[in-house]
Each structure stands twice: as C-alpha cells, then as structure tokens.
C-alpha cells in the first residue's frame, strides 16, 4: 500500500522569504501523480502543484515549485515571496495512475507567515 | 462555471443517529468522492462514485454508503453514528475519475455527541 509522509507538523516563514515543505511517500508503482493541496481556514482543498512522475522537469506555479527526486521518492515544495496569503495547511497526496479512485494524503504541515 | 458545494456546512448528530450529507459536484464533472478528515489529520478516502457507480472504497465499514444520482450530486449517509464519526466530511469531484484533477468542497463538520 502506498504511504505519503509529512514530517514538519509546523513551519513558519517571514514574509517575502523562501520556505520548504518536506514530503516523502512509498510506493512500488511507476506511475503515479503527486500533488500539494493547500487548505486555507475556509476548509476548501485548493490545488496548488501537480507532478506527474513520468515528468523529469519539477513542476513549477508562479512562486511554486517542487523538487521532485523520484529515486529518493521525495516531493518537497518551495513557496518562494512567501506572502500572508500563504498561511495555511498544505497537504501532500500521491494518486496511482493503477487505481485512480483515490487520493492517498499526508497528515499535513501547518504555515505560518509572520510579517 | 459553478464549483463543487456541499450542505449543511455544520451539523450536530446524537450518537447512534443517522445522518445524510449532500454534494452537487461541479459542472460538467462525473466522478465524486467523498474523504473524512479527522482534526489534525490529512483526509482519508471513503468512496468514490464515477457514473452512478461506486467505483472504489477505502477503510471505511459497510455503514457508510452512498449514493451519486443522475445530476451526478452525491449523498453520504452513515448509520449508527459512533463518537469517532466526528469529522470533517470532504467531497471532491472530477471528471472521469479525476485523471484531469479534483475540485474539492468546503466540507460538512459533523459532531457526534
């Protein structure tokens, strides 16, 4: 069974910072999909980033990007500017391109941006 | 376009009851799937409905069920309510079994007393 692992119950960074999520997963599939998901106190899930595994090139979206080490089986994500915007919980989920009912998540990182 | 909405927003259900929650997914999409989160954790997969079908399951027993109708909304109703029932309830739709993304709902908080 695949396993996604966060490790930073809580991050903070100064705005206009750089800050790094950490996320690792297990998995003996070769094609899968990673994904980071922000989930702001309004509850909703918004995505932020998407890697599709086949993919060498790290996904990036404006001041987001991963740094995707496939071997390793690491999906770290770099919020760069950060702004008070950012603050929220960022989950990280993998999908099997197998089974593709599901979203497997993580337990989460809590961001917290100081001005 | 109109995004995924679920109702009621919040509930309060004695344990043993039974409870009903809704989901109309967004437009255009025929897949929804449902994810309890308990406090402090990531989400967990209950089911996922494509076409009116249930079409994968996770962990969860038989006293959850659900139901996705031709509109492609979405019920989940769970039985016997139990104290650990107390969550927020998820739903995310898709199209075509969300090959292309999730759109996901503000949840339903349940509490179980």
């Known amino acids: 069974a695949q396993t996604v692992t966060q490790s930073q119950p809580e991050m903070s960074v100064q705005e206009a910072e750089t800050v790094t999520l950490s996320c690792t997963y297990d998995?003996?599939?070769?094609?899968?999909?990673l994904f980071w998901y922000k989930q702001p106190p309004s509850r909703q899930m918004i995505l932020v980033i998407r890697?599709?595994?086949?993919?060498?090139q790290n996904a990036t979206e404006n001041r987001f990007s991963v740094n995707f080490q496939k071997a390793a089986k690491s999906f770290s994500l770099k919020i760069s500017d950060s702004q008070l915007g950012d603050a929220a919980m960022y989950f990280c989920?993998?999908?099997?391109?197998?089974?593709?009912?599901?979203?497997?998540f993580g337990t989460g990182t809590r961001l917290q941006v100081f001005p | 376009e109109t995004g995924v909405t679920q109702s009621p927003t919040h509930l309060i259900k004695t344990r043993g009851q039974q409870v009903t929650l809704r989901c109309s997914s967004q437009?255009?999409?025929?897949?929804v799937s449902w994810y309890q989160q308990a406090l402090g954790q990531g989400p967990q997969f209950i089911f996922q409905?494509?076409?009116?079908?249930?079409?994968g399951r996770g962990n969860f027993p038989p006293r959850f069920s659900g139901l996705q109708f031709p509109n492609y909304s979405s019920e989940l109703n769970v039985n016997a309510l139990e104290l650990d029932d107390s969550a927020l309830y998820l739903c995310?739709?898709?199209?075509?079994?969300?090959?292309?993304?999730?759109?996901f709902g503000s949840g339903t908080r349940l509490t179980v007393v």
């Open positions: 995310a739709s898709s199209l075509e079994e969300g090959l292309n993304g999730y759109t």
């Open positions: 998995t003996s599939e070769s094609d899968y999909y």
């Open positions: 890697q599709e595994a086949y993919k060498q």
């Open positions: 989920a993998y999908r099997s391109n197998y089974n593709t009912d599901k979203l497997i």
């Open positions: 437009s255009g999409h025929n897949t």
């Open positions: 409905y494509y076409r009116e079908e249930e079409n």
